[in-house]
C-alpha cells in the first residue's frame, strides 16, 4: 500500500514564511512632517483673516486669531479662532489646497456663538466664503475635509435640552454651493453619556 506523506509542523511554518508579504503601499500620514507644516502655515493664514457674517455690523478682521468688538456693553466681546479645529483640503476641486474654520463670537451676553467658514485657497489667496452660524453653545467634537465634503461631528442641543448644556450627538455634512457653504445632512448618532464629558 503507498505510504502518505506525513505533514510536520515545521512543514506549515515553511509554507507559510513563503507567502509573499504585503507592502504597504506608500500615503501621507495625518502626523507627517509635510502634513503638519501645511496645517500650521494654514492656521496662521486663517487667524489674520477678515470675514462676514458674524456681525450685523459687517466683517471682523483676526490678528493672530484674535478680535474684539464693542457692542455698546461694559464687557469686551470677541471673535477667535479655534485654531485646534482646523481641517484642510479642497472643497471645489480645483487642486489648491483649501481650509476649514471654526470661529467663535463671545458675546457680551450669555451666548457663544460658533461659525463654520470655508477658506479657498487658504494658503496663497485665501477666500473666505460667508460665515455659517452652527448654533449657541454647541460643540465640535471632530471636523474634517472628505473629498468636497466637510463633515463635523458635533453635540447640540436636544429638544429638551437649556442652551447651557447640549446633549445630542449629531454628524452634519456642509458642502459649498454656488460658493456659500451649506448644510447637506444632519444625522443623530445618539445621546452624550456620563463619561462623554472630555470638554468641547
Do not use: H, W
Amino acid at each position: 500500500a503507498p505510504v502518505e506523506p506525513v505533514v510536520t509542523p515545521a512543514d506549515v511554518v515553511v509554507e507559510a514564511t513563503l507567502a509573499p508579504a504585503v507592502t504597504p503601499s506608500p500615503r501621507t500620514e495625518v502626523g507627517s512632517d509635510d502634513s503638519r507644516d501645511m496645517i500650521e502655515a494654514m492656521t496662521r493664514a486663517l487667524g489674520n483673516l477678515s470675514y462676514e457674517g458674524i456681525l450685523p455690523t459687517g466683517a471682523i478682521s483676526l490678528t493672530d486669531g484674535l478680535a474684539t468688538y464693542d457692542d455698546g456693553s461694559s464687557i469686551n466681546p470677541f471673535v477667535r479662532l479655534m485654531a485646534e479645529l482646523v481641517a484642510t483640503g479642497d472643497l471645489n476641486g480645483d487642486g489648491a489646497a483649501d481650509a476649514v474654520a471654526v470661529l467663535d463670537n463671545q458675546s457680551s451676553g450669555s451666548g457663544r456663538f460658533v461659525y463654520l467658514v470655508a477658506v479657498l485657497n487658504g494658503l496663497a489667496d485665501p477666500k473666505p466664503a460667508g460665515a455659517l452660524l452652527l448654533g449657541d453653545r454647541v460643540q465640535i467634537k471632530s471636523l474634517v475635509v472628505d473629498g468636497t465634503r466637510i463633515v463635523a461631528d458635533m453635540v447640540v442641543q436636544g429638544a429638551a435640552d437649556p442652551l447651557c448644556c447640549p446633549s445630542q450627538k449629531v454628524r452634519k455634512v456642509f458642502g459649498l454651493e454656488d460658493g456659500q457653504l451649506v448644510e447637506q445632512s444632519s444625522e443623530d448618532i445618539g445621546q452624550v453619556m456620563p463619561d462623554d464629558s472630555n470638554g468641547g
